[in-house]
């Protein structure tokens, strides 16, 4: 059975930080292209970072310079390091691994707000 498992949400000042994981099991990490998505209330569903196989990274420009995606093969866990949080980054943080099928975690809740 495939899982992941997000964890690290949490409610945090603008400017602060947070630090996401997602842990899997039943898949064969290693090969997988992990990522993170998010939603906000009213809107769709958006890319944040994604990390290929082979560790090379993609951000989108709105979390560019201020979220790192990382991986731990070992651990089977992908890594959302979240810095300069702003209101606008209020979501749920989704994990994704995807190669010949795709897999969502159930989500974890980043709230920005003072």
């Known amino acids: 059975q495939v899982q992941l498992a997000e964890s690290g949400g949490g409610l945090v000042q603008p400017g602060g930080s947070l630090r996401l994981s997602c842990t899997t099991s039943?898949?064969?990490?290693?090969?997988?292209?992990m990522g993170w998505y998010r939603q906000a209330p009213g809107k769709a569903r958006e890319l944040v970072a994604t990390i290929s196989n082979s560790r090379s990274t993609n951000y989108a420009d709105s979390v560019k310079g201020r979220f790192t995606i990382s991986r731990d093969n070992t651990k089977k866990t992908v890594f959302l390091e979240m810095n300069s949080l702003k209101p606008e980054d209020t979501a749920v943080y989704y994990c994704?691994?995807?190669?010949?099928?795709?897999?969502w975690g159930q989500g974890t809740q980043v709230t920005v707000t003072s």
């Open positions: 039943g898949i064969f990490f290693r090969i997988y292209a």
């Open positions: 994704n691994a995807n190669s010949t099928r795709t897999y």
